[in-house]
């Protein structure tokens, strides 16, 4: 009973630490800043909004709250050693990462740089300067590489679960420029989500040793010296797709992500046993993580784009929010083949099939099984849009995104990222 009330009274301590930590509302505005930038993109795009960012950003903030609590929980089995100062390094060098490209925000990056960092400085006297080198290189010595490791990979596992869960429903629809020139639909799928921890970690004070062994040893907790820390972190992925639908290429992320922590979290396991693996350890979090976004890059090289249109009909590339598609229920990645009974290959011919009948529209497409499937629905003389639906490209669409890597500071800017070639509508 002591110690369960000792830990209550801590983790209350370890949620007054998070709310005064400047972290984690950092992170909240650089998730608020990249939805708005998927926002103003979108209406560049295809000047309509399909997502509102403020309702994605309330959303990654509750999920983030939810993975943070299982986490602190699954600590409580873990056994790492984090300390305030453990969580500078992370955040610094991760904010450094981030100011040559915001996908780089990723603790795999900053302790897997941490990790080589401490193996290097433990070969050179800089501990020994009697000045603020000698405290840095001290304070980077003293970091425990396994376990911000282990960490790391339980971090994964929920940002896996996360993404298999969201990470559909944050995919922002794109032209994009294809092999040959010619323009294509694509996806780029963004989450991003701000976790608050509190972990059990070693203390100066004697309280009540606990009832249970932690993973990675930790006499501190059968001594009764320990304490709860609150800080916060940041998950998140970037994917680019022109070849899957949003929820396959979600799914796909989401298999690597397991991967990578069950990979990584086994080597840190190992490390904190026998401290040689801590530098494979290391290496294997950047490299993994490399790994995960070429092996990306390789599958949509070696196949066809899938958002584009054919002798069959228009595809679809996205669906307006609250458009007689959406309540027609039409998905992204099906195929317009016939309007009213006329068949449609361009959108001057969906134009002129939707006029044949102002009051009512019967529509046949093709499901992504490529199936028929028919719908029909009334339409209104004050509906905004004809349908409600953004086209796959065709050889006339002009304005298209081309991607590159956006820096912490691009980011803050906010520029437009898009380039002209003409003139882009939706039906």
Known sequence: ?????????????????????????????????????????????????????????????????????????????????VTGEAVLWMWGIAVLLAAFSIRYLCFAYSVGMLGVLQFIVGWTPLAEQPNWIGDAAASLASLDIPGLLVLVAVMHLAEAILVGWQGGKFASPLFLEGKRGKLV???????????????????????????????LGGEWTQSGHWALLGFPMMIGFSELTRTMLPQDTAKAAARKLVWFGLIVGGAAVGAAYWSPLTLPAAIAALLLHEAMVWLSL???????????????????????????????????????HKVNGLPVRTKEELHAALHVNSAFCKLEVLNLEGHVKFLQRARYANEHHQLGVVLSPDERAGVYVAPKPVSLLGLLRARNATKERGTTTHM
């Open 1 to 81: 009973m002591d110690a369960a009330l000792d830990l209550l009274r801590q983790t209350l301590e370890g949620i007054g630490q998070l709310l005064l930590s400047p972290f984690y509302y950092v992170g909240i505005l650089l998730i608020m800043l990249q939805y708005r930038r998927q926002t103003l993109l979108e209406r560049a795009l295809f000047h309509v909004r399909l997502h509102a960012w403020p309702l994605q950003l309330i959303r990654t903030v509750i999920a983030g709250l939810l993975a943070g609590a299982l986490i602190s929980v699954a600590g409580l089995f873990l056994g790492i050693n």
């Open 298 to 336: 390789l599958r949509e090289e070696r196949r066809s784009p899938y958002y584009v249109n054919d002798g069959r009909g228009l595809r679809v590339l996205a669906v307006i929010p609250g458009t007689p598609a959406d309540q027609l229920g039409i998905a992204a990645g099906e195929i317009l």
């Open 185 to 215: 639909g694509g996806y780029l799928l963004q989450g991003f989500w701000p976790v608050p921890l509190v972990l059990l970690v070693p203390g100066s004070g004697a309280g009540e040793a606990l009832p249970w062994q932690t993973l």
